[in-house]
């Protein structure tokens, strides 16, 4: 059994940046997927970034790219979503989750098995 605990969150200013961090417990992180999805009020989760197991893919969603960048440390057991350049439309609580071991990468949030509880961001204007 895999948990994760997301960190990081918090209330920032439009243009500033925040590191949010995702600990997993379990011994199979390493070589387990692993991705971030965030959710906003009113609207549906949606797909941030992703990480392959060994740190090489990473994929973006096209609304974030050049400007979060998602990063993981196996002998920490953690994954990392950098957030540069924010914005107010990415004001949302972003969730941490992996995928089984040696399965490749996805962007659909159905695909994950294991999800942390979230951490807000809030980007004011």
């Known amino acids: 059994q895999v948990q994760l605990v997301e960190s990081g969150g918090g209330l920032v200013q439009a243009g500033g940046s925040l590191r949010l961090s995702c600990a997993a417990s379990?011994?199979?992180?390493?070589?387990?997927?692993m991705g971030w999805f965030r959710q906003a009020p009113g609207k549906e989760r949606e797909f941030v970034a992703d990480?392959?197991?060994?740190?090489?893919?990473?994929d973006y969603t096209d609304s974030v790219k050049g400007r979060f960048t998602i990063s993981r440390d196996n002998a920490k057991k953690t994954v990392y979503l950098q957030l540069n350049i924010l914005k107010p439309e990415d004001t949302a609580v972003y969730y941490c989750?992996?995928?089984?071991?040696?399965?490749?990468?996805?962007?659909?949030?159905?695909?994950?098995?294991?999800w942390g509880q979230g951490t807000q961001v809030t980007v004011s204007s």
């Open positions: 989750a992996g995928r089984g071991s040696y399965t490749t990468t996805s962007r659909a949030a159905r695909d994950y098995v294991y």
């Open positions: 379990g011994r199979t992180f390493s070589t387990a997927p």
């Open positions: 990480i392959s197991s060994t740190g090489v893919l990473t």
